[in-house]
C-alpha cells in the first residue's frame, strides 16, 4: 500500500471517500471490488480516531431484544459470523456472564427467555464456521456457579447469571487497517494524512475535492464522479465546507472511554450495572451495563457516555475523565478496587447523539446509523454517512455502494464483501501459519503475535527476515514484537509517523507504554526508514509519550454528564 499523491492529483475517480475509519475503509473495498476506481482521503491516520476507540467487541445484537428490534440483531448476528469467518485470525467467540437479580425482568427466568430468543433469532450464526470461530448456546447458570466464577461479586439479591457469548478483536487497529490494505489490494488509491479543505463545484455537482497534504502543505486536487463523506464526528463540519471554507468546528458528540487495567480475575467477561439507564429500551433491565473483558492479559471496562461540546480535533482524555470512570466502575464492582495505578492505557472516542433529555445538559447516545442524501441541499453527488457500531461496518458499506452504483451510470459488478476473505484472512487453521517460520529464529510467542495480527500477510515480514536475519530480533521489554514488523509497517503499510508504527501497524503500544527502550529502538528504525534527522525523531517521539500522558486540564470542548440518574 503506498501513498500515491501523483496518482491522487490526476486521475478521476468514481468514487472518493473522504474519512479513513472503518466505514471509509470498508466503503472503498466494497466499491473497488466492484470494479470502480476509488480514492480515500484521510486527515490523520487510517482509524486513528473513532474506530480506535472500540471496546474490541463484535456485537451479535442481544442487547437488541430490549429494544424489541429483530431485524437490527439479525444484521448484527449475520455481521459477526462474517467477521470471524474472514477475519479468524483477528476475530474470535468470547464467553459472557450477566448476572440475574430477583426473579423480574433481571431474574434468571426473563434471561433464560431471552437466551432462548437469541439462540432461535440466531439459528444460522454457525453458518460455515469451523468449530474453533463457532458461537455456543446460552445458558443460565446457579448463583453458587455465578458467585465462582465473578469473586467478588455482591450476593444480595443474586439468583445466577446468563452465560452468552459473542466475539472479541485480538488487534481492533489491525482489523481496520485490513479493510485499507484489501481496497488497496483491489487498485483502490488511498492517502492519510491529507485534509479536505473545500469542494469544487459545477452545475449543483462536486468535480473535485481540494486536499492539503498535512506534511507538506501542498495543495492536491482529487477529482470524482461521487463524493461520500465518511468523517465520523467531523461529518457536519465537512459536509459545510460546500458552504464556507470556514465552517464552525463545534459540535454536540458522545464521548465514551475505555480504560486498559491490571486483570480483574475473572477468564470470562462480565457486566456490572451502572447508575446511567437506557431509556431508548422497551423492556428496561435498570441500570447501563458496563462490561469488564479479559483481553491479552488486561481488563478492558467500558463505556462511559458523557456530552462534549467542542471541536472534534480537541477531543482529549483527561486525568479527571479516567478518576470519575474509576469511581464508577469501583461503586459498580466494589472489589475492583482500582486506583490510577492500576490503569495501564486509555482510548475513547466521539459518537452521534439523538434525542434531548429533558434533564439539563444530557442527551441519548445514538444507536443508529445515518445515511443523508445532499440533493436536497442541492449537491446530487454527495451523501453523508454517520455509523455507530463496528460490527455492521460491512452491511453499511454494502448498503452505501448499492446506493450509488446505478447512479454512477457505469456497469459495476454485485457486492463481493460477502463472500470475500479480508486481509490476511483466507486459511482454516491460525496454527497452520505458524509452519511458515520454521526455517527462521523467531521464538513461538512473536511467530503466534504475528499469525493473529497479520493472518497469511505475515509471509512479507517473515520475507523481510529471511534477506534481513538481524530484523528477527525483538523489541526490547517485548516478547513478540519482531524489529522487522517495524520495518514491514514502514516499506508495506504507509506508517509516516512513529504514532502510525507504535498504536496502529503494530501492537506495541496498545496495551499502555512499551517503555523507554522500545520506543528509543523503534523511533531509530522508522528514522532509517524514513530518512528523518534526530530532530524530527525526537518530536516523534515526544509525539508518543505525550499520547500516553493524562493531561489535567479538559480539552478545549467542554464534557458533562450524560443521562447519569446517580
Not at 200 to 223: P, Q, Y
Request: aromatic share 6%; with cysteine.
Amino acid at each position: 500500500m503506498k501513498r500515491d499523491l501523483e496518482r491522487l492529483n490526476h486521475e478521476q475517480f468514481d468514487v472518493v471517500v473522504v474519512g479513513g475509519g472503518v466505514y471509509g475503509l470498508c466503503t472503498a473495498w466494497d466499491a473497488a471490488l466492484r470494479g470502480l476506481r476509488v480514492a480515500v482521503v484521510e486527515q490523520d491516520d487510517f482509524g486513528a480516531k473513532t474506530s480506535a476507540a472500540s471496546l474490541k467487541l463484535i456485537h451479535g445484537g442481544l442487547r437488541y431484544l430490549q429494544h424489541l428490534d429483530i431485524s437490527r440483531m439479525r444484521v448484527s448476528i449475520q455481521e459477526r459470523r462474517w467477521m470471524l469467518r474472514m477475519a479468524p485470525h483477528l476475530v474470535h467467540p468470547l464467553e459472557f456472564i450477566m448476572p440475574c437479580f430477583g426473579h423480574g425482568i433481571k431474574g434468571p427466568e426473563a434471561m433464560r427467555a431471552a437466551l432462548l430468543a437469541n439462540d432461535i433469532i440466531s439459528w444460522d450464526r454457525n453458518r460455515d464456521l469451523p468449530p474453533r470461530q463457532q458461537v455456543p448456546r446460552g445458558r443460565v447458570i446457579s448463583r453458587k456457579e455465578c458467585l465462582e466464577r465473578i469473586p467478588g461479586l455482591p450476593a444480595e439479591g443474586l439468583t445466577g447469571g446468563a452465560v452468552f457469548y459473542d466475539a472479541q478483536m485480538y488487534n481492533s487497529e489491525r482489523l481496520t487497517l485490513s479493510f485499507a490494505l484489501s481496497a488497496a489490494q483491489e487498485g483502490a488509491a488511498l492517502a492519510n494524512y491529507l485534509e479536505v479543505t473545500g469542494f469544487e463545484r459545477k452545475s449543483g455537482r462536486i468535480i473535485a475535492a481540494k486536499v492539503k497534504d498535512r506534511f507538506t502543505g501542498d495543495d492536491l486536487r482529487v477529482a470524482g464522479r461521487f463524493f461520500i463523506n465518511m468523517t465520523g464526528p467531523w461529518t457536519d463540519i465537512t459536509s459545510k465546507l460546500l458552504e464556507t471554507p470556514a465552517p464552525s468546528r463545534d459540535v454536540v458528540r458522545s464521548k465514551g472511554i475505555q480504560l486498559a487495567t491490571t486483570p480483574l480475575g475473572p477468564a470470562s467477561a462480565f457486566a456490572v450495572e451502572g447508575r446511567q439507564t437506557d431509556e431508548s429500551s422497551v423492556l428496561r433491565r435498570g441500570g447501563r451495563n458496563y462490561f469488564i473483558t479479559p483481553w491479552r492479559g488486561l481488563s478492558l471496562i467500558g463505556t462511559t457516555d458523557t456530552i462534549y461540546r467542542g471541536n472534534p480535533g480537541e477531543f482529549r482524555i483527561t486525568r479527571q475523565d479516567v478518576l470519575e470512570f474509576l469511581k464508577e466502575i469501583n461503586t459498580a464492582y466494589p472489589p475492583a478496587k482500582l486506583s490510577l495505578h492500576d490503569v495501564r492505557y486509555w482510548f475513547g472516542g466521539l459518537r452521534p447523539v439523538g434525542e434531548e433529555r429533558s434533564a439539563p445538559g444530557t442527551v441519548a447516545a445514538s444507536h443508529r446509523y445515518q445515511i443523508r442524501d445532499h440533493q436536497s441541499d442541492g449537491v446530487t453527488n454527495l451523501i453523508s454517512v454517520v455509523g455507530v457500531k463496528y460490527t455492521i461496518c460491512r452491511h453499511i458499506a454494502e448498503k452505501v455502494v448499492d446506493q450509488i452504483a446505478p447512479r454512477l451510470n457505469i456497469s459495476s459488478r454485485p457486492g463481493r464483501t460477502r463472500q470475500t476473505p479480508l486481509w490476511g484472512g483466507g486459511f482454516e487453521q491460525l496454527e497452520s501459519l505458524h509452519a511458515l517460520a520454521d526455517d527462521l529464529a523467531l521464538p513461538p510467542d512473536a511467530v503466534r503475535n504475528m499469525a493473529r495480527n497479520h493472518g497469511t500477510s505475515m509471509r512479507t515480514i517473515l520475507e523481510i527476515i529471511r534477506k534481513q536475519p538481524e530484523l528477527a530480533r525483538l523489541l526490547p521489554g517485548s516478547r513478540e514484537i519482531a524489529t522487522a514488523e517495524i520495518v514491514h509497517a514502514v516499506q508495506h503499510e504507509m506508517a509516516l509517523t512513529l504514532s502510525d508504527v507504535v498504536l496502529r501497524r503494530t501492537d506495541l503500544g496498545s496495551r499502555g507504554h512499551p517503555g523507554a527502550s522500545a520506543l528509543e529502538e523503534c523511533s531509530m528504525l522508522v528514522a532509517r526508514e524514513r530518512g528523518w534527522n534526530e530532530t524530527r525523531r525526537q518530536n516523534e517521539l515526544a509525539v508518543v509519550e505525550d499520547f500516553f500522558s493524562l493531561t489535567d486540564s479538559p480539552s478545549v470542548g467542554s464534557t458533562e454528564g450524560l443521562s447519569n440518574t446517580g
